[in-house]
């Protein structure tokens, strides 16, 4: 699993560090949101309470700030699209090989697409990173 990082994401990973007292092992950006992956037990700490510690980073970096706990594997695949995807929702994943199908509604599926495959690219690379899916279609 090769993760790519450029300076910009290494210095809000030092950033997230600062804040809240957690390493995060990745960070990336998927729908001009910035999405920062700790280890499961971590989530809550990063957090923060009363979000405490979301809202800090978001008014520091000035973006929407997502935190998601590491895929422990393919089984974790739906819950990782969910929270990335969050507020659009999807039916459902399905795995074949190395490609993954995502089923919505028509609202929905453009909104995975996103204007010229935007968000559809995003999304391959993220998925690629962590799950060696090499496509991803939205159905």
């Known amino acids: 699993m090769?993760?790519?990082l450029d300076m910009k994401f290494i210095r809000y990973?030092?950033?997230?560090?600062?804040?809240?007292?957690?390493r995060s092992n990745h960070c990336f950006e998927y729908n001009n949101n910035i999405i920062f992956v700790v280890?499961?037990?971590f989530v809550a700490k990063s957090i923060g309470a009363d979000?405490?510690?979301?809202?800090?980073?978001?008014?520091?970096i000035g973006k929407r700030i997502k935190i998601v706990a590491i895929p422990q594997g393919k089984e974790d695949i739906e819950n990782?699209?969910?929270i990335i995807t969050r507020p659009v929702k999807f039916r459902?994943?399905?795995?074949?090989d190395s490609e993954a199908i995502i089923t919505a509604a028509t609202q929905n599926k453009a909104a995975l697409i996103g204007r010229n495959k935007v968000r559809l690219e995003e999304m391959q690379n993220i998925l690629g990173?962590?799950?060696?899916?090499?496509?991803?279609?939205?159905k």
């Open 2 to 4: 090769v993760k790519v």
């Open 129 to 138: 990173q962590y799950f060696n899916i090499r496509k991803v279609r939205v």
């Open 92 to 96: 459902g994943i399905e795995i074949k």
């Open 51 to 60: 979000n405490r510690n979301l809202e800090k980073l978001n008014h520091v």
């Open 39 to 41: 280890p499961r037990k």
């Open 80 to 82: 990782f699209v969910t």
């Open 13 to 22: 990973a030092n950033l997230f560090n600062k804040i809240t007292h957690v």
